[in-house]
């Protein structure tokens, strides 16, 4: 199942998304709807199968790029502002309600990673997603750059945004880093796992995919607003509307275990916590994602159908 190319407003930016159908869809019905969101710096095009996916569970699927990210407009490119891929979100539900066919009182969001972290804010302030599924989400921004340094390069981090911010505030301009390659200044807010690059490495040469369709690039102003960005207290206003996560239980250093406690612990009922033993990329990968969007299409079910 193809989904069909959408535009949506997010505060004046033209944004895109694909939407994907149940089979014998009808604009004279009523049906469950969902909007779904990818991880830091990914395009929807890594979202293909789980739009195809929600569809064949019954849902009207709205798969989203943020804005400065795969199609949707918005300058400088890779420019992540957290608090604007939320309003992304609440722009393409206000698109999605007004679609013929979808029944407005019963939306839910998914998102994963990063976007994980996004819809479980999203949830928390928009009071008509009535169901949200976090999948292995990164809820803290600080938190999860601390948890892939050692404290003195954690601490290096942060010099150097606020010598880059200064550089901004002198020179002007919105200079950005490469993402999966070496920075020409050695900058590595993020360093890799090498279990990861196995993984990823290993994967490409099996199949030609590279798991997650991620930008050349992000800004460098994005990591002061990553590490600004904190959705693990935010959970606790989404009650009583419903809140999942689901969790990874096998090597996983990329998803912080600390802020998904949390964020869990603090929820309202109801609520649901899913762990699936696999490794921090295993649930983009056949058969492994099968589980992780089985349970959470169990759980829109649930409390949307």
Known sequence: MSGSTIQFTSQGTVCEGDLYLPANFNTNGSYPALVIGHGFTVSRTSLVEEGRLFAEAGFVTLAIDYRHF?????EPRGRLYPMQEVEDFRAAIDWLEAQPGVDADRIGIWGTSF???IVTHVAA???RVRACVAQAPILDGDNWIRSLNRETD???VRKYLLEARRKRFAEGGDPSMPMGAPPEDGFTPMPADPAMIEDVMGWYAKTGDMLMHSAPSITIESFEHVMQ???SHTSRKIAPRAYCIVQLTGHDVYHPNEPIQTAYREAGEPKRM???KMDQLDCYKPG???QTIGAAASFFREYLI
Request: hydrophobic share 35%; glycine share 26%.
């Open 70 to 74: 795969g199609t949707s407009g918005g």
């Open 115 to 117: 976007g994980g972290g």
């Open 125 to 127: 302030h928009d009071i």
């Open 154 to 156: 954690y601490l290096a």
């Open 229 to 231: 960005f904190d959705a």
């Open 274 to 276: 899913v762990s699936l």
């Open 288 to 290: 492994f994602r099968e």
